[in-house]
């Protein structure tokens, strides 16, 4: 029982290079979100999607693009990373809303662009 | 727009005794859900317990329950019988799911340190 997996753990960039983060999930959940987490900042929520082919931003989508192809797969792109992106990723997924539905988070991707 | 408060940056237990983690929220939406989750020093997310705007009774999962005051906004996390193990951040969260959005927003955290 993988639950939500994400790839890299850890990643270094250069400034304006470009990566993807990939994130995918086991359990069949239409939903599935990505926050960035900074300290004191909490966790942010940068875009999300509600099903395959749906996808909608959140706090904090600018530099941040994303698409949802599949329901399993949910990848995160940064076309030209900035050192203000330097922060711990979360992938993050659920059942569409309802009661209860919470996220099951992945373990993070640890991100720093110099 | 949705709004989760948390106006403890750090708050410090002793074992074996209780300890509230404070959290408000702000939104318009009758319909809406309540949860908290655990980050420990690991890092991963752990989920402890949901309450939403509609049930009668406040939440309980073992050693967590939620005080949950409808008219103030308040979703207080209650941890009985401290352990060592709760030190640990805590975060409340809110989704709600109004005019075609559903997002889940977080607060801040609250640290939380519980010492022998």
């Known amino acids: 029982n993988a639950g939500v997996t994400q790839t890299p753990k850890f990643q270094v960039l250069k400034t304006g290079q470009s990566m993807t983060l990939q994130c995918a999930q086991d359990?069949?959940?239409?939903?599935m979100s990505w926050y960035r987490q900074d300290p004191g900042m909490g966790l942010r929520l940068i875009h999300y999607?509600?099903?395959?082919?749906?996808?909608d931003q959140g706090e904090v989508p600018n530099g941040y693009n994303v698409s949802r192809s599949t329901t399993e797969d949910f990848p995160l792109r940064l076309l030209s990373a900035a050192p203000s992106q330097t922060s711990v990723y979360f992938c993050?997924?659920?059942?569409?809303?309802?009661?209860?539905?919470?996220?099951?988070f992945g373990n993070g991707t640890r991100l720093t662009v110099t | 727009a949705q709004k989760i408060t948390q106006t403890q940056p750090g708050m410090f237990v002793q074992e074996k005794e209780a300890v509230t983690l404070d959290c408000t929220y702000d939104?318009?939406?009758?319909?809406?859900?309540l949860f908290w989750y655990k980050q420990p020093s690991s890092g991963e997310m752990i989920f402890l317990i949901y309450?939403?705007?509609?049930?009668?009774q406040n939440a309980t999962e073992g050693r967590y329950s939620l005080n949950f005051q409808k008219a103030r906004k308040s979703a207080n996390l209650v941890i009985s019988a401290s352990q060592l193990g709760d030190s640990a951040m805590y975060f409340c969260?809110?989704?709600?799911?109004?005019?075609?959005?559903?997002?889940?927003?977080f607060g801040t955290g609250t640290r939380l340190q519980v010492f022998p």
């Open positions: 993050a997924s659920s059942s569409p809303w309802g009661n209860p539905s919470p996220l099951h």
């Open positions: 359990m069949n959940h239409e939903y």
């Open positions: 999607s509600v099903g395959a082919g749906i996808t």
């Open positions: 939104t318009s939406d009758p319909s809406y859900g």
């Open positions: 309450q939403g705007s509609y049930d009668q």
């Open positions: 969260a809110m989704r709600e799911v109004v005019s075609g959005t559903d997002k889940l927003i």
